[in-house]
């Protein structure tokens, strides 16, 4: 048992120097999760790639979100494309700011349980602005995000809201170069 602990702390080890060697503050793709406050979207695995070594990048996020409330059961499902241009933050190595935008587009499922009502059920899709904090850690393969993305919706299964929501996000995501 000594033996095994001693040979999975030495791997660590060497596993991690050597993503400290080759990787530094940049990074080519990522893949995670991100957590966001939106309507559509709580919980979404986030995959992020940067476009032919430039500071322009794009962020898929496939999520959804289960709800209940007032005697309803909602699921929604949603996908998001972002277009991201990434600025450097001189002081902080591998800290970035970004601006962009994107579209979603969501399914939502609503039902009462108290009679054949479903109101906002159906697809929806909406367009985005997009800005944040990108920050990929020098000696560990691990890039954080924040970003807030305000939701105009452009085709909803209701007419009850156009503007949507200010979503904020925070992503956890294993890069890859």
Request: a positive charge; hydrophobic letters at 35%.
């Amino acid at each position: 048992m000594k033996k095994l602990f001693c040979i999975a702390v030495i791997s660590l080890a060497v596993t991690s120097a050597a993503f400290s060697q080759t990787r530094g503050n940049e990074y080519q793709n990522s893949i995670g999760l991100r957590l966001g406050t939106g309507y559509y979207d709580v919980f979404s695995a986030s995959f992020k790639t940067f476009l032919g070594g430039t500071p322009s990048a794009l962020e898929f996020n496939l999520g959804f979100r289960p709800d209940s409330y007032y005697g309803y059961d909602a699921f929604s499902v949603c996908f998001q494309a972002v277009y991201q241009y990434h600025f450097n933050i001189p002081p902080v190595p591998g800290l970035k700011w970004f601006v962009g935008g994107g579209l979603t587009f969501s399914n939502t499922s609503l039902t009462n349980k108290n009679s054949d009502y479903n109101y906002s059920s159906g697809f929806g899709m909406g367009i985005f602005p997009t800005g944040g904090l990108d920050y990929k850690f020098a000696n560990i393969p691990l890039a954080l995000s924040a970003d807030l993305r305000p939701t105009i919706g452009i085709a909803r299964p209701n007419d009850y809201y156009n503007f949507n929501y200010v979503s904020f996000g925070i992503s956890a995501r294993y890069t890859i170069n």
